[in-house]
C-alpha cells in the first residue's frame, strides 16, 4: 500500500532493533526451495477467465499453469482472492477464510495448490495483515456501542471528540459507539488493533502490545495463516509488514511481533515462507522475513534501476547518464547485511507500480533488463505480462481504489485477437479495457519468435536453475559500475564462477576487468556478440549497444 510504506519507511534506519536477533531464539535456515526459486506474481482480476464472466478466476490460473511451468518460475504470488467489497481491489479484505465468489471456490483454491504443486510451483497468497474491511463481521461488531469480543480488536479512540493521532487517518462519526477509528489506508480499512509500542499516559485508548485485545488479533491471524498453511498455501506475502504496531518508532515492536512468528513457523511449518512489503531487508529479514521485497517509493537507488526516478533517466536507459553504482551504493550493504539469513526480493514491478517494465522499451531493451533482473541474488519476482513487455496504457480510469495505479493492471495479453485471449466474453465487459495499441505484445506471438523477451525469460531462468553461482545465495561482486563502462559483475560459489556482463545504452563500451579475472577459457552461457581481450595484467571486455553476455568462466 503506497501510503503506508511512506509512513512506516520513517524507522527503516534507526538503531534500536539491532540486539534483538542476539537475544531471540535462532531461526532456522529458509527452505531450501527458495535457493532457485523465481516467483511469478498474478492479479487475479486480470490474468485469466475461464468462465467468460470478463474477470479473471483461479479456475482461469489454473488452465495456465503449464504456460507458467514452461516460463520455469517455481512459485506464484497471488494477490488477495478472498471476500471483499472491493473497494481496494480486494485489500479490503472481509472474510479470510474464504475465496472471494467472483474468482471461484475454496475448493477452486486447493485444486490450485494441488495442480501447482504437481507442476513443482509453490503458490503465496497475500496476507492483508494491518486491516480489514469495514464491512468485516468483526468491525461490525466492533462498532457498537454494547462490549463484546471484537470491541478491542480494532484502533477506537476515547470518544467522537478525539479528531487527531499523529501519522494516522482517523474517520469520525461513522460507528454506533462514541469513538472514531484509526484507518489503515481508505477509510473503508479500519486498523486492527496490534497495540501501541509506546502508549500515550494522555490517551488511555491506546493499549499495550499485551492487552487482550491485540494479544487476541494476534492469535486470530496465527489463525487465518495455519487456516490456509494446511490447505496447502506455501507461504503469504505480507502487506504493509513494517506497520502493525502503532507508535513503534524504531520499528522495535512490530519486529519483535514478526519475529514471535517466524519461530512458530519454523517448529510448525518449517517449508513455508514469507516475503515482506516492507523495504528494509537489513530489519525484515533478521526479525523473521525470509524475504523482503526492495521497493521503489523507499529506494531511490533500486527505484532508479528500471524506471525514471526525480526526472533522472533510468539506470537501464538507453542514454547511459545514470550510473549502476547508484543502486549498489544502496545495494550491496543490504546484501551484506542480510547474507545467510534470507533474501531481498527484487521485482520487475507490482499492481501498485507505474509505468510498467515494458513502457519505453523494446525488445532489445528488456531482454538485457530481464538479464541484470534473473543473475541477481535473492529472489526475483516478475510482474504478469512483464516477460512479454506488456506496457501501461494511458488510462485515466479509476477501478476498484486503483487511480493512478489502475494502468498497471489491464488483462493479461494472451493473443493477437480482440480480446487477447484473456476472455471469451465481449471486451467490453472485461474487468478492465485491454492496451488498445494495435503492437500490444503477446504470449502466442513470442512463444514463436527466438529472439523475444519471453523466450530469453525461459532462457535465464533455466540458466539461474542450472547454475548454482547464480542462485539466491550465490556471491555478488561488482566490478564495473560507472558511466561509459559496460555493468559488469561476478557471481560465484564453491564450484563456479559467472561473469555478466550488461550494456542498456545506445553505443558500445568497453571496460578493463580487475587483474584476477582472467577469461581465457571461459565457456559462453548466454548472450549477443561481445569481444574479451585477454592481456597481460588486465583484460577488457566490449559489448556493442544495448547487448548482454553470460560467461561461465575456467576454474
Same mark, same amino acid.
Given at each position: 500500500?503506497?501510503?503506508?510504506?511512506?509512513?512506516?519507511?520513517?524507522?527503516?534506519?534507526?538503531?534500536?532493533?539491532?540486539?534483538?536477533?542476539?537475544?531471540?531464539?535462532?531461526?532456522?535456515?529458509?527452505?531450501? =526451495?527458495?535457493?532457485?526459486?523465481?516467483?511469478?506474481?498474478?492479479?487475479?482480476?486480470?490474468?485469466?477467465?475461464?468462465?467468460?464472466?470478463?474477470?479473471?478466476?483461479?479456475?482461469?490460473?489454473?488452465?495456465?499453469?503449464?504456460?507458467?511451468?514452461?516460463?520455469?518460475?517455481?512459485?506464484? =504470488?497471488?494477490?488477495? $482472492?478472498?471476500?471483499?467489497?472491493?473497494?481496494?481491489?480486494?485489500?479490503?479484505?472481509?472474510?479470510?477464510?474464504?475465496?472471494?465468489?467472483?474468482?471461484?471456490?475454496?475448493?477452486?483454491?486447493?485444486?490450485?495448490?494441488?495442480?501447482?504443486?504437481?507442476?513443482?510451483?509453490?503458490?503465496?497468497?497475500?496476507?492483508?495483515?494491518?486491516?480489514?474491511?469495514?464491512?468485516?463481521?468483526?468491525?461490525?461488531?466492533?462498532?457498537?456501542?454494547? &462490549?463484546?469480543?471484537?470491541?478491542?480488536?480494532?484502533?477506537?479512540?476515547?470518544?467522537?471528540?478525539?479528531?487527531?493521532?499523529?501519522?494516522?487517518?482517523?474517520?469520525?462519526?461513522? *460507528?454506533?459507539?462514541?469513538?472514531?477509528?484509526?484507518?489503515?489506508?481508505?477509510? $473503508?480499512?479500519?486498523?486492527?488493533?496490534?497495540?501501541?509500542?509506546?502508549p500515550d499516559p494522555t490517551q488511555p485508548w491506546q493499549q499495550r502490545i499485551?492487552?487482550?485485545?491485540?494479544?487476541?488479533?494476534?492469535?486470530?491471524?496465527?489463525?487465518?495463516?495455519?487456516?490456509?498453511?494446511?490447505?496447502?498455501?506455501?507461504?503469504?506475502?505480507?502487506?504493509?509488514?513494517?506497520?502493525?504496531?502503532?507508535?513503534?518508532?524504531?520499528?522495535?515492536?512490530?519486529?519483535?511481533? =514478526?519475529?514471535? +512468528?517466524?519461530?512458530?513457523?519454523?517448529?510448525?511449518?518449517?517449508? &513455508? *515462507?514469507?516475503?515482506?512489503?516492507?523495504?528494509?531487508?537489513?530489519?525484515?529479514?533478521?526479525?523473521?522475513?525470509?524475504?523482503?521485497?526492495?521497493?521503489?517509493?523507499?529506494?531511490?537507488?533500486?527505484?532508479?534501476?528500471?524506471?525514471?526516478?526525480?526526472?533522472?533517466?533510468?539506470?537501464?536507459?538507453?542514454?547511459?547518464?545514470?550510473?549502476?553504482?547508484?543502486?549498489?551504493?544502496?545495494?550491496?550493504?543490504?546484501?551484506?547485511?542480510?547474507?545467510?539469513?534470507?533474501?531481498?526480493?527484487?521485482?520487475?514491478?507490482?499492481?501498485?507500480?507505474?509505468?510498467?517494465f515494458g513502457n519505453g522499451r523494446d525488445a532489445r531493451d528488456l531482454v538485457?533488463?530481464?538479464? +541484470?533482473?534473473?543473475?541477481?541474488?535473492?529472489?526475483?519476482?516478475?510482474?504478469?505480462?512483464?516477460?512479454?513487455?506488456?506496457?501501461?496504457?494511458?488510462?485515466?480510469?479509476?477501478?476498484?481504489?486503483?487511480?493512478?495505479?489502475?494502468?498497471?493492471?489491464?488483462?493479461?495479453? =494472451?493473443?493477437?485477437?480482440?480480446?487477447?485471449?484473456?476472455?471469451?466474453? *465481449?471486451?467490453?465487459?472485461?474487468?478492465?479495457?485491454?492496451?488498445?495499441?494495435?503492437?500490444?505484445?503477446?504470449?502466442?506471438?513470442?512463444?514463436?519468435?527466438?529472439?523475444?523477451?519471453?523466450?530469453?525469460?525461459?532462457?535465464?531462468?533455466?540458466?539461474?536453475?542450472?547454475?548454482?553461482?547464480?542462485?539466491?545465495?550465490g556471491d555478488f561482486r561488482a566490478l564495473l559500475a560507472d558511466i561509459g563502462?559496460?555493468?559488469?559483475?561476478?557471481?560465484?560459489?564453491?564450484?563456479?564462477?559467472?561473469?555478466?556482463?550488461?550494456?542498456?545504452?545506445?553505443?558500445?563500451?568497453?571496460?578493463?576487468?580487475?587483474?584476477?579475472?582472467?577469461?581465457?577459457?571461459?565457456?559462453?552461457?548466454?548472450?549477443?556478440?561481445?569481444?574479451?581481450?585477454?592481456?597481460?595484467?588486465?583484460?577488457?571486455?566490449?559489448?556493442?549497444?544495448?547487448?548482454?553476455?553470460?560467461?561461465?568462466?575456467?576454474?
Amino acid at each position: 500500500m503506497i501510503a503506508a510504506v511512506a509512513r512506516f519507511a520513517r524507522a527503516a534506519l534507526l538503531p534500536g532493533l539491532l540486539g534483538i536477533a542476539a537475544s531471540a531464539a535462532e531461526l532456522r535456515p529458509p527452505p531450501a =526451495w527458495l535457493e532457485q526459486a523465481v516467483f511469478y506474481q498474478i492479479y487475479p482480476q486480470t490474468y485469466a477467465d475461464s468462465d467468460g464472466d470478463g474477470i479473471g478466476d483461479l479456475r482461469g490460473i489454473i488452465q495456465k499453469l503449464p504456460y507458467l511451468h514452461d516460463l520455469g518460475v517455481t512459485g506464484i =504470488w497471488l494477490n488477495p $482472492c478472498f471476500v471483499s467489497p472491493f473497494r481496494d481491489a480486494g485489500y479490503d479484505v472481509a472474510d479470510f477464510y474464504r475465496v472471494a465468489p467472483r474468482y471461484g471456490t475454496n475448493d477452486d483454491l486447493h485444486a490450485l495448490f494441488a495442480e501447482a504443486k504437481r507442476l513443482g510451483i509453490h503458490v503465496m497468497l497475500d496476507l492483508v495483515a494491518a486491516h480489514t474491511s469495514d464491512q468485516h463481521p468483526w468491525f461490525r461488531e466492533s462498532q457498537r456501542a454494547a &462490549k463484546n469480543k471484537y470491541t478491542d480488536w480494532y484502533i477506537w479512540t476515547a470518544g467522537v471528540g478525539q479528531l487527531f493521532a499523529p501519522n494516522q487517518q482517523v474517520v469520525v462519526g461513522t *460507528a454506533e459507539r462514541s469513538a472514531n477509528y484509526i484507518a489503515s489506508f481508505y477509510s $473503508c480499512q479500519p486498523a486492527l488493533n496490534y497495540g501501541y509500542a509506546k502508549p500515550d499516559p494522555t490517551q488511555p485508548w491506546q493499549q499495550r502490545i499485551d492487552a487482550p485485545g491485540p494479544l487476541a488479533v494476534r492469535a486470530e491471524l496465527k489463525n487465518i495463516m495455519r487456516f490456509w498453511f494446511d490447505m496447502g498455501a506455501s507461504g503469504f506475502r505480507v502487506d504493509m509488514a513494517g506497520s502493525l504496531v502503532k507508535n513503534d518508532p524504531d520499528g522495535t515492536a512490530t519486529a519483535a511481533l =514478526w519475529r514471535e +512468528f517466524r519461530e512458530w513457523m519454523d517448529r510448525e511449518y518449517p517449508d &513455508k *515462507a514469507m516475503v515482506s512489503e516492507w523495504s528494509e531487508p537489513h530489519i525484515a529479514i533478521p526479525q523473521g522475513f525470509h524475504m523482503d521485497f526492495l521497493l521503489q517509493w523507499t529506494k531511490p537507488g533500486y527505484a532508479s534501476v528500471i524506471r525514471e526516478n526525480g526526472g533522472q533517466p533510468a539506470i537501464f536507459d538507453r542514454r547511459g547518464t545514470t550510473p549502476f553504482r547508484k543502486f549498489l551504493t544502496e545495494f550491496e550493504p543490504l546484501l551484506a547485511a542480510t547474507r545467510g539469513k534470507g533474501y531481498m526480493a527484487l521485482h520487475t514491478g507490482n499492481h501498485d507500480t507505474t509505468p510498467r517494465f515494458g513502457n519505453g522499451r523494446d525488445a532489445r531493451d528488456l531482454v538485457v533488463a530481464h538479464a +541484470f533482473l534473473l543473475t541477481m541474488p535473492g529472489v526475483p519476482f516478475i510482474y504478469y505480462g512483464d516477460e512479454i513487455g506488456m506496457r501501461s496504457p494511458p488510462f485515466t480510469v479509476n477501478k476498484e481504489g486503483g487511480y493512478e495505479r489502475t494502468p498497471a493492471r489491464t488483462p493479461m495479453q =494472451w493473443d493477437a485477437s480482440p480480446g487477447a485471449g484473456f476472455s471469451t466474453a *465481449a471486451p467490453e465487459r472485461f474487468y478492465l479495457a485491454i492496451d488498445p495499441s494495435p503492437d500490444r505484445p503477446n504470449v502466442a506471438a513470442q512463444l514463436t519468435d527466438a529472439t523475444s523477451p519471453l523466450r530469453a525469460v525461459q532462457r535465464f531462468i533455466a540458466l539461474r536453475r542450472a547454475h548454482p553461482a547464480l542462485a539466491a545465495s550465490g556471491d555478488f561482486r561488482a566490478l564495473l559500475a560507472d558511466i561509459g563502462q559496460p555493468i559488469v559483475y561476478l557471481r560465484a560459489n564453491a564450484s563456479e564462477r559467472v561473469l555478466v556482463a550488461l550494456n542498456p545504452t545506445d553505443r558500445a563500451v568497453t571496460g578493463e576487468l580487475p587483474t584476477e579475472i582472467d577469461v581465457r577459457g571461459a565457456t559462453v552461457l548466454d548472450g549477443e556478440a561481445h569481444t574479451l581481450h585477454p592481456a597481460g595484467s588486465r583484460s577488457r571486455i566490449e559489448l556493442p549497444a544495448v547487448s548482454y553476455t553470460i560467461i561461465r568462466l575456467a576454474q
